[in-house]
């Protein structure tokens, strides 16, 4: 009887049991393998995706149309151009003689009575008010290389009288009634002292009006259209702030169309002490006289009722930022501001247009017909926006439009620092600043000037 080999069972099992655990071993491994490999593919590739992508957002610039991306892009570029633009140390890159490029001009300064300039400099605000381009043209022109002494070798003669400093004890704006008599009586003694302005008949003389409707000396329009210029001055050469494209008894005189006083100094405290590299949080900035209900005055309306719309139409507009009261950090303001409104007020120019400009916000100017200074100088179309009165409803479209589409190339340009240099006045003249776009302007008269036509005729 045959017995079943039992331990050749065993040891078959055994080896069945050992050869199983072999192959699970083996199978184990390869399944390792084959993650481990896998996954070092994927690192291996994450990590080269990752360095070819750093790379090239080192090397290259991103270009985006969103709004807040153009915006904080361009900060740096903004900054250093508003800090350039007021810095003295711009002033490095000019010659040191304007006059070279001024085709060898020449002015006289009179030297007049105190009581026709600087008598009025006791009050301070003589020297910084809106209207004190009067003040800052004299005082650089009496700094300026362009000046002779002599006034035989002038081309042109300045006559300086202040009349924007007698300011109202009422209201605090300047009363100009006195304007008239104080100019006539300063014609009156040079035309009496020296023999230059009845050889010319005044056309070689130079004065400022840098108040509401220029020489016309009047804050109401239909008044100072109904008494026109001075007879004494028409025939002479006036800087006036008020200018329009469009034929007007205030400007029948040859006339440069200069800008309002800013004060340089008081723009660049404003940039030293804020964060000009900060995000312009204010949409679209106005601060000043907004009426309610706009009274009539000699049946015209404040502002032809424009600033009335606005406030009726966007004062509830989280957009606008509307503020009808003084405020000491307005400066500030438009440095946070993306579009500054400057809407006509009795005339049509506003300091709010230099202000906007060397702070680096769009201007948006809604004023029919303004004539804009130095037009050769600033390239107003490009770096500002016109807005028709009538359309000022149709405000926040329109700006949001411009957001949407060109805003970055506006303020690219806008940021440019020559344009700031050319709208603001220095104590000394400074090729392409404020006072050099006057005399500039001036050499394209001087067909008036007695010198350059008796070397003519000689």
Known sequence: MLEPK????RNRGFYVRMRLLHNNSRNVRTSEKSFCYRYFKWVLWFSLSFYFFASFLFNHKPNTTSFIS???????????????????????????????????????????????????????RCRNHLFASEVAIHRALLNSDVRTFDPWEADFFFVPVYVSCNFSTVNG??????????IGSAVELISSQFPFWNRSLGSDHVFVASHDFGACFHTLED???????????????ILQTFGVKYDHPCQRAEHVVIPPYVSPESVRKTLATSDVTGKRDIFAFFRGKME??????????????VRT???????????????????????????RSTFCLCPLGWAPWSPRLVES??????????????????SSAVPWADISLTVAEKDVGKLG???????????????????????????????RTVEGDATWQVLHALTENLNRSHRRSRVVNE
């Open 70 to 124: 153009k915006t904080t892009v361009s900060q740096s570029k903004a900054s250093r151009a508003l800090i350039e633009s007021i810095n003295s140390s711009a002033v490095l890159q000019y010659p040191k003689h304007p006059q070279d490029s001024l085709n060898g001009l020449k002015i006289y300064v009179y030297e007049l009575p105190t009581k026709y300039n600087s008598d009025w400099l006791s009050n301070e």
């Open 223 to 237: 008044v100072a259209m109904a008494d026109g210029i001075p007879e004494i001055l028409r025939n002479s050469i």
């Open 397 to 427: 479209t329109i700006l949001e439009h411009v957001t949407a589409t060109n805003l970055s190339i506006i303020q690219q340009k806008l940021w440019d620092p020559r344009i700031t240099r050319s709208l603001l006045f220095h104590d």
């Open 309 to 335: 719309v606005i406030l009726q139409k966007y004062g509830n507009d989280r957009r606008f930022y509307l503020k009808r009261h003084r405020f000491a950090g307005y400066q500030l303001e438009i440095l």
């Open 6 to 9: 039992r331990t050749n069972n």
């Open 173 to 182: 704006f300047p009363a100009i009634g006195h304007a008239r008599s104080l």
């Open 292 to 305: 309610v209900h706009p009274k009539n005055v000699s049946g015209r309306y404040y502002s032809k009722k």
């Open 357 to 374: 400009v060397v702070l680096g916000c769009v201007p948006v100017i809604i004023a029919d017909g303004i004539e804009l200074p130095f």
